[in-house]
């Protein structure tokens, strides 16, 4: 039998943005709205992870992640998802693997600093010629006229590629990348013990293959890729197996996901909004492109929120908050809040403020991998551009069941050209 840990609520609170079928059935966009009109910082009282606050308009969202010191990312008390746990629940057999998203300063100033080169203007200005001929490839590899599923062979292949090159991954072997992320990253499926044991024995699987490329890199020195860089560094090369497991896990899943959802994004986002398509077709300015790309993710939103955990008893804008209180912060609900993105349910690619998103999050623990997430999605629409063509959604695609990553599992299109 089971053990089973995370029972939902009989009767759910119905602002209880937490419940993953509202963003599998693509239903969380009017309790959202909800929430930001009637009560923008709410406290939930029970759902399936526990009592929570949900933060839902943009400026406390900002407000809190500015005060990291008061509301924090550790993972002693639960990190970064409204579905973590803190170290007090950990049961028998299961390890925690710390990482750097789920700590706060110093431990978080040290190790970021130390990956974050690898993400940085110029890394990311030499990755732009061979992205772009990758993103060209594997559109030329795709059938048009004929129906396929765009996550599987556009979103996951173009992502896959791109976490093989960051870490120098054996390239044969880099669709075992996308199968570990899957199953680490996917939170809501760990409701039992023995899911949770069948994760560990994935992130061990993980290790041991990092292990062997972590080996090889330590013969030679100088290289530029992710294990090599932290593998030089002070902060880094002495962690111990668990938090250097925790940190390749970030680095994929952080990757992976989020990235592959905001390709996907792409197109769905766009079919919906076929005028706003139009104007992507007639005008092929590489501004228009960026300004597109930005408000792609800002619609999107593919980590929905993060989590933070209150270290004292606070005010946050009237509301009593009590030491370890969880806040959900919503990015995918600040990133339609109307003060901010007037008629922010729609696409606009030419939106004024579009890059104020909060997609990346915001504060000392801002995405380090935006820019090249960037480049990735930017590389994609001048790409389909370049061929003029056109991707139509042929049916509503099958989302994930999850209130963190917010995206598609499947998604069937067939390209045209215009
Ligand atoms: C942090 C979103 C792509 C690696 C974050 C955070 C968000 C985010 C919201 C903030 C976490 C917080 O405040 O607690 C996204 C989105 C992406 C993307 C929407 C794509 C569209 C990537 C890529 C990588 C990456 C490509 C690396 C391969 C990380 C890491 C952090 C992070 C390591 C932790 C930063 C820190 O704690 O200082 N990401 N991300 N992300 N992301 Fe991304």
Known sequence: ????????????DPLDVSRAELWSEDRWQEPMARLRAESPIHYCEDSKFGPYWSVTTYKPIQHVEALPKLFSSSWEYGGITVAGDGVEHLQEGEIPMPMFIAMDPPQHTAQRRTVAPAFGPSETERMRTDTLKRTSDVLDSLPVGEPFDWVEKLSIELTTQMLAILFDFPWEERHKLTAWSDALGDIESFNTLEERQARLAIAYEMGAAFKELWDRKAQSPGEHDLISIMLQSDAMSHMSHEEFMGNLILLIVGGNDTTRNSMSAYAYGLHQFPEERAKLEANHDPDLAVNAMHEILRWQTPLAHMR?????????????????????????????DESVFPDGDRIIVDRENARRHLAFGYGIHRCVGARVAELQLT??????????????VLAEPERVHASFVHGYRRMQVELERY
């Not at 039998?1 to 009767?11: K, S």
């Not at 009590?322 to 919503?330: V, Y």
């Not at 790409?383 to 139509?392: A, G, I, K, P, W």
């Open 1 to 12: 039998m089971a053990t089973q840990y995370r029972v939902a609520p009989e009767n759910p």
């Open 308 to 336: 933070r955990t209150a270290m004292e008893d606070t005010e946050l804008f009237g509301h009593q908050i009590r030491k370890r209180d969880k806040l959900a912060l919503w990015y995918a609900s600040a990133n339609r």
């Open 379 to 392: 590389a994609l629409i001048s790409e389909m551009q370049r061929r003029r063509l056109r991707v139509n």
